[in-house]
């Protein structure tokens, strides 16, 4: 009898886990299916309470989306030694001051480019749950949505490091695995300024690509963008080096792999910082 019961018990156990599985495997697909987030999704989530929305680029619009909070780009970068992100302290005091916390859903909007930056920013220093919104205020407001003054932020974050150094790549990170066959190289810039000289062996792949219309600045869907890097020579099981003048196309190009499930990474110093170092290039 007691043998029954042990057995009756092992059966009861897996049949709840087959129940759940489901549902496990849902959560954990969830946080990587977000990557990109509607202005429908947004609108029903504006009161989430670990909701953070944050507006990033040069001067904020005098309105944004309820409850914004505005970080200006220059704030998340550095051109003193080359461009960078700034020192990873120097960083996180900057995120906390616009209330992320460890626990925030971090929603990004405002200029392409300065969003693609603050993603890398927030995956540099180990933020997992982090979004772009599709088509950004543009969307929104030709939605007729509610938009708000700019409110400064009333809390500070609670925000712990946990640096991710992979997220970007050097020139002898490019060197070393790039030109060596580890890693496809990929030149977000302009055809006119790869043209007049790149990389050698960097293929291009302009940082507009990864939208459906570059005016709308919606991305493609994953299985789209996958098939765009496999185009330029990104297959299954590949890894990514992203790179442009200053690696802010290169931030967007770098977000998009991402979001096709892609390891990748930015070259931060990019075109710029190689010429600066007088290594080879090719046209």
Not at 188 to 199: D, F, P
Request: aromatic fraction near 8%; charged fraction near 20%.
């Amino acid at each position: 009898m007691r043998h029954l019961s042990r057995v009756t018990a092992q059966i009861a156990v897996l049949v709840i886990v087959s129940l759940l599985l489901p549902s496990i495997a849902g959560a954990q697909n969830r946080s990587a299916n977000d990557m990109v987030v509607t202005t429908t999704w947004l609108a029903e989530h504006l009161s989430d309470p670990q909701l953070v929305l944050v507006w990033t680029g040069g001067t904020a619009p005098a309105q944004l989306i309820p409850g914004s909070r505005a970080l200006p780009h220059e704030r998340v970068m550095t051109m003193s030694a080359g461009h960078d992100l700034p020192p990873v302290d120097d960083l996180v005091a900057t995120l906390r001051r616009v209330s992320i916390s460890d626990a925030s859903h971090v929603v990004i909007y405002g200029e392409p480019m300065a969003a693609g930056w603050l993603f890398l920013a927030l995956d540099y220093i180990g933020h997992d749950h982090v979004s772009l919104l599709d088509g950004g205020l543009e969307k929104w407001t030709a939605e007729r949505r509610p938009v708000a003054p700019v409110a400064p932020s009333s809390t500070q974050g609670r925000l712990t490091a946990r640096v991710r150094a992979a997220v970007k790549s050097s020139a002898t990170d490019v060197q070393s695995r790039g030109t060596a066959g580890r890693a496809i190289v990929l030149d977000a810039r302009t055809s006119e300024e790869y043209t007049r000289g790149h990389i050698p062996g960097a293929t291009w792949l302009e940082w507009t690509n990864v939208f459906a219309e570059p005016t709308t600045m919606v991305f493609k869907k994953p299985d789209e963008l996958r098939a765009l890097f496999a185009k330029a020579g990104v297959m299954p099981g590949n890894a990514a080096i992203t790179y442009c003048a200053v690696g802010l196309r290169a931030s967007v190009l770098f977000f998009a792999a991402k979001y096709a499930g892609i390891d990748a990474s930015d070259y931060v110093g990019s075109w710029r910082d190689w010429q600066d170092k007088r290594l080879p290039t090719e046209q």
